[in-house]
């Protein structure tokens, strides 16, 4: 959330439209807040009087744990729209699920940040669609960018020892069972929007459970965390 | 101001005897107090100047996100990130609104935008100042949205109606903006050593380019009498900038900022404080392309806008496809 957060919000001034400005400006605060939600949460659970503030802004990259498709740069915007639509395409199913937790707090978080993921997911395939259908440069520009981030739309379907055991207390389900919706959804869009879907399976992992990073993880952290780290302990 | 050099024609009123009788009933209207509306007659100068007002309005909002859109990804902390977030995606809104007041005047947005990236329209010169530090953040909002709301209030009085009501819903917004900025100067302030200094340094460098947004000296500024008439300009450069320098001195000496002018002290006589003006040349300057950041800022706005160009194009051949399939179903 926060990842992609700050990646939409890198597009704040300079969309191709005012409209679009404005729209990614909603979504980047909407994932800030839900990153707030959740990060705050975190610390209670963890209770080592971590705030979400020192667990956005004080974690180095390997205390990072996020799904490694989120941390790439936006490119363009093609590439920024297929990548908020393959994940809204995930989250929407996941938070539902989680609107039904065992877990009270997750369970309320899941139920308030549904309606927003929703809202993402309406936005991000229209746009697929329009800009899949729209000209011949702007099809090329989408097609591309999937074949760029179709390996790493994988990860979030991959379970690990934390998810089995959340799933053992039914706090959320196993990532790998939202696939067969996932798949569904995606491939009747993409045929809307008269995109190929690359012929592999191949998917990179390790960001969630911080074992691997892109390169850019460390560029977007030293900008974010910058005046946290360069003036430690002043209150903003 | 966000519009501090409108080229108008007319540097003085032609009296009253000498309007044709349209113009002379157009005249009486707005001196009644009336608000012209899109579908009314109105002056073909009148029509122009306003384009030009509003225009200059509209893309300083927009080339106004660029300052501060530089600190978003820096923000240090996930509050300040949102707010300041959402404070920009305001100015965004802001543009909107002005360009869609400006559309009822005949001219698209995308005209306007082909007349700022040609330089041919030109866009606050505060804007043209970089922004360094996270203090920034906190001096833009306490003085350029503060010199905005000084502006843009009695503008909510202007004689045209889509230009008045958009300033009435841009005003409220920015007076949020100013108060957003004001306590980030304040957290600042009280802040550490460092944080102090930046607030300071801050203040240093924006305090004559903010005194610069209200344009030049009512001595050198030659082409508001008609503008006045008309009611598209509601005050004069000078007496804004005084109304500033009054409401902003007491805040700074709130805060523990020195304002970088030894000779702003407040006058018992004239009940009100006297200043140093800024630097003119410096201004004329900015204002004919020569900032600190004119060039980049420019730069930016025409990238973000070819860069965009196929998403546009893709969206309008989109919605005509559709529209055909619908036809041919
Ligand atoms: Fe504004
Ligand atoms: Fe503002």
């Known amino acids: 959330m926060l990842v992609l957060g700050h990646r939409t919000s890198e597009w704040c001034g300079v969309a191709p439209a005012l409209e679009e400005d404005i729209a990614l400006a909603n979504i980047a605060l909407d994932l800030i807040g839900q990153a707030k939600l959740w990060l705050e949460y975190a610390g209670e659970v963890e209770d080592a009087e971590r705030t979400a503030n020192t667990l956005a802004f004080r974690r180095d990259f390997y205390d990072f744990r996020n799904l490694l498709m989120l941390e790439l740069p936006n490119e363009d915007y093609a590439r920024t729209i297929i990548r908020h639509f393959l994940f809204d395409a995930f989250q929407v199913p996941w938070l539902e699920a989680l609107a039904a937790s065992s877990d009270e707090t997750i369970s309320s978080i899941g139920q308030k940040t549904v309606k927003e993921a929703n809202y993402h997911l309406e936005r991000s395939q229209d746009t697929v669609v329009a800009l899949g259908d729209g000209t011949e440069e702007s099809n090329t520009r989408m097609q591309k960018a999937l074949h760029d981030l179709w390996p790493y739309a994988g990860e979030m379907f991959q379970d690990d020892e934390i998810d089995r055991m959340m799933q053992g207390e039914s706090i959320a389900p196993l990532p790998s069972s939202m696939k067969k919706a996932w798949e569904l959804r995606v491939e009747r869009v993409f045929n809307d929007a008269f995109l190929i879907l690359p012929d592999s399976d191949f998917s990179h992992s390790g960001g969630r459970q911080g074992i691997r990073h892109t390169e850019h993880l460390g560029h977007m952290l030293a900008s974010m965390q910058f005046l946290q780290r360069a003036y430690p302990g002043a209150s903003w | ?329």
Request: with cysteine.
């Open chain 2, 1 to 329: 101001m966000y519009a501090q050099m409108v080229k108008s024609t007319g540097e003085t009123v032609v009296a009253k005897e000498k309007l044709s009788p349209k113009e002379r009933e157009f005249q009486d209207r707005i001196d009644r107090g009336e608000k012209i509306e899109p579908k009314d007659w109105m002056p073909e100068e009148y029509r122009k100047n306003l384009i030009r007002q509003i225009g200059q309005h509209a893309h300083s909002e927009i080339v106004g996100q660029l300052p501060e859109g530089n600190w978003i990804t820096r923000a240090p902390t996930l509050e300040r990130k949102a707010n300041l977030l959402a404070k920009v995606q305001d100015e965004a809104g802001h543009g909107l609104y002005l360009y869609c007041a400006a559309e009822t005047l005949g001219v698209s947005r995308d005209e306007l935008f082909d007349m700022l990236h040609k330089g041919k329209m030109k866009y606050s010169s505060i804007f043209n100042y970089p922004t360094l530090t996270w203090a920034d953040m906190g001096a833009i909002g306490w003085l350029v949205d503060g010199a905005a709301i000084m502006n843009q209030v009695p503008l909510q009085r202007t004689s045209y109606g889509p230009y008045a009501r958009a300033m009435v819903r841009i005003c409220k917004e920015e007076s949020f903006h100013q108060r957003q900025g004001f306590q980030i100067m304040l957290t600042m302030a009280q802040g550490t050593e460092d944080q102090k200094r930046m607030a300071q340094d801050a203040l240093n460098r924006f305090w004559y380019p903010s005194l610069m947004m209200f344009g030049p000296s009512d001595k050198d500024s030659v082409h508001s009498a008609q503008s006045m008439a008309w009611k598209i300009k509601m005050n004069s450069n000078d007496e804004l900038r005084q109304k500033f320098v009054d409401e902003i001195a007491p805040q700074a000496a709130f805060l523990g900022l020195n304002i970088p002018d030894d000779d702003l002290v407040w006058n018992e006589k004239t009940g009100h404080h006297d200043y140093s003006e800024p630097d003119w040349d410096e201004f004329f300057q900015v204002i004919s392309g020569n900032g600190p950041c004119n060039k980049e800022r420019l730069d930016a706005r025409k990238k973000a806008w070819n860069d965009g160009a196929w998403v546009r194009d893709g969206m309008l051949a989109h919605a005509r496809k559709k529209a055909m399939r619908k036809v041919a179903e």
